[in-house]
């Protein structure tokens, strides 16, 4: 599994200021192992990649709306996607990882759409979760 360096823990504001409204389109949340378990096979984890640290990054560079995309890492268990959605806010959506569809079932689809998931990922190759082109 690959290794990331950390978080700068002291980011500076850029001299550039963003738009009104600005979004981050895709952005990856993760936490700590034993809230949120990684699948078997997962290519890659970084439990420091919080929602909080995402949250104070956002608020620093002027961000103020997101889109937190399923990591492969936690496959069809979006447990950090709910959790980071509850905890930012009506301004950010969520995309699943769409193995979620061959995974779960219509009432963990619907528990997805009530929290503010609105797309899905899907991955043909590579990070360890493949779908077929059907």
Do not use: W
């Amino acid at each position: 599994m690959t290794n990331y360096h950390a978080f700068n823990p002291n980011p500076t504001r850029p001299d550039l200021v963003l738009p009104k409204h600005s979004c981050d389109s895709q952005f990856h949340v993760f936490g700590a192992i034993d809230q949120y378990p990684i699948r078997p096979g997962a290519a890659y984890e970084m439990p420091s990649a919080t929602i909080d640290v995402a949250l104070k990054l956002h608020r620093l560079l002027g961000i103020d709306r997101g889109v937190i995309v399923q990591a492969t890492t936690y496959g069809a268990d979006h447990k950090v996607v709910l959790d980071a959605l509850d905890i930012a806010g009506p301004n950010y959506k969520g995309c699943a990882n769409a193995v979620v569809l061959l995974e779960r079932d219509e009432s963990y689809l619907l528990k997805l759409h009530e929290a503010g998931v609105r797309g899905a990922r899907f991955n043909r190759q590579g990070l360890g979760i493949s779908m077929t082109a059907d």
